[in-house]
């Protein structure tokens, strides 16, 4: 035997626009395949006397439509905005943060350039660098030599006979 | 609630329009959602008219045939506790053996149809409630 109150899932009463608890109301279908739940014998009555509810100055349409209770509404939801700290991080203390957040943008700058001209010289000394290895090894080396030898391996045997 | 001398609709396409109920099986006297029902058609589609069954005769005034009651405008309880009713009552012919003798079922049927074993009616008709 299955418990009546395994779903209990309110629904909401079409006409009034209460909650229906289970156990209550009627569930009425039309001929158009519309089904209507109604919560009591009053919103039966008045919906099969095709009563419209937006008139009915008690039901949750009607209230809904005249704005009724809207300002306690309102009232209650008061919006809640989180206040963002700055907080110490492993590698940097909080004055260091703020120190940085506060620099001038022009000194961000000249640094940031300072920086870049100090990489770029740093990988043109590396690249004239390599390139002074290579000549060194290439003249090393005798007459054409693979990629492959160049690398190190063993000279390709060469074909004497077809 | 239908009873002896019930009128009820027909909704399926078995050629029937109007039945009534000359009998409810399994001695009961009150046919409800989901008993068979034996009755007379009293009003039936005219004999050229398309949209019928074309598997089975088609049901002609004075025919006796059973029937499934689907809809009915009394109040019926479900086990949940919710109490459904609907505008009307109406009814899908079958034949001696349970079968359907239509093959459409046009407008909702109650979810009574499926709990008391009528699965090829559930499964024809487009809506259930």
């Not at chain 1, 006397?49 to 809207?70: A, N």
């Not at chain 2, 396409?13 to 009293?42: P, T």
């Not at chain 2, 459409?104 to 559930?122: D, F, H, N, P, T």
Request: proline share 2%; hydrophobic share 40%.
């Amino acid at each position: 035997m299955f418990r009546k109150f395994s779903l209990i899932r309110t629904e909401i009463c079409n006409f009034s626009g209460f909650k229906i608890y289970p156990g209550h109301g009627k569930t009425f279908v039309k001929s158009d395949s519309r089904s209507y739940r109604l919560l009591n014998g009053k919103c039966e009555s008045l919906f099969l006397q095709r009563k419209k509810p937006s008139k009915l100055s008690w039901t949750i349409v009607f209230r809904r439509l005249h704005k009724k209770g809207q300002a306690e509404e309102a009232a209650k939801k008061r919006t809640r905005r989180t206040v963002k700290a700055q907080r110490a991080v492993v590698g940097a203390t909080l004055d260091s943060i703020k120190a940085k957040k506060n620099q001038k943008p022009e000194i961000r700058a000249s640094l940031r350039q300072a920086a870049v001209a100090k990489s770029k010289d740093a990988k043109k000394a590396a690249q004239d660098k390599k390139k002074v290895e290579l000549s060194k090894v290439k003249a090393a080396q005798k007459g054409n030599v693979s990629k492959q030898q160049m690398k190190g391996a063993a000279p390709k045997v060469q074909a004497k006979s077809r | 609630m239908l009873l002896l001398k019930s009128l009820a609709k027909v909704i399926d396409n078995s050629g029937a329009l109007v039945v009534e109920v000359i009998n409810v099986m399994g001695g009961m006297r009150v046919a409800s959602l989901g008993d068979e029902v034996v009755c007379v058609v009293k009003k039936a589609r005219a004999a050229t008219s398309d949209g019928a069954a074309n598997a089975v005769s088609k049901l002609k005034k004075g025919d006796v045939a059973r029937a499934l009651v689907v809809r009915a405008a009394q109040r019926v309880r479900r086990l949940d506790g919710t109490f459904v009713k609907f505008d009307d009552n109406a009814v899908v012919m079958l034949s001696k053996q349970g079968a359907p003798l239509g093959n459409r079922v046009l407008g909702v049927v109650a979810l009574e149809a499926r709990q008391k074993r009528w699965a090829k009616i559930a499964s024809l008709a487009p809506k259930m409630v």
